[in-house]
């Protein structure tokens, strides 16, 4: 039985297409969801000092995301919670599956291949690899 379902959204294409497959899963009424988004770690260059302001634009887009993940949350039929996190996407999604003893991942692809799938890396790839539960990768159309 899938008792707690962590569901990484990127804000990309794929995330509607993420959330339609979650909402076709036969879930129990007693699962927990747990929405979450990593946000990239700040460009060593541009980091800010802790006693400066941090720009607006960030401030806003985790507003933003914020927001989306609680419209989603809205739309479950079960318990759900937020994690919006900072860090390495793939080592984020694990340590969250892992702190809540998830039973599944439900996750996105971007489908990238050759060249690009190399240069940028594949979130799914590390996270099926290297996650303790079972992982659902959402392939685009």
């Known amino acids: 039985m899938l008792k707690t379902i962590v569901v990484a959204l990127d ?11 979650l909402q076709s899963l036969a879930l129990p009424k007693a699962s927990k969801v747990v929405l979450c988004h990593v946000f990239p770690p ?37 318990e759900s919670e937020l994690e ?4 390495d996407p793939a080592e984020e999604i694990i340590r969250i599956a ?6 599944l991942i ?5 489908g990238l291949t050759g060249m690009k799938r190399i240069v940028q890396g594949s979130v799914s790839s590390q996270v099926v690899e290297d996650a303790h539960c079972s992982v659902l990768v959402v392939k685009p159309k």
């Open 11 to 21: 804000g990309s294409e794929i995330t509607e297409r993420v959330i339609q497959t």
């Open 42 to 78: 700040p460009d060593t260059d541009n980091e800010l000092p802790a006693d400066r302001p941090h720009p607006k634009s960030a401030e806003v887009s985790y507003l933003q995301i914020e927001k989306q993940l609680q419209s989603y949350q809205k739309q479950l039929p079960t």
């Open 84 to 87: 919006l996190v900072t860090g």
């Open 98 to 103: 892992n702190i809540y003893q998830a039973d």
């Open 106 to 110: 439900v996750i996105g692809s971007r």
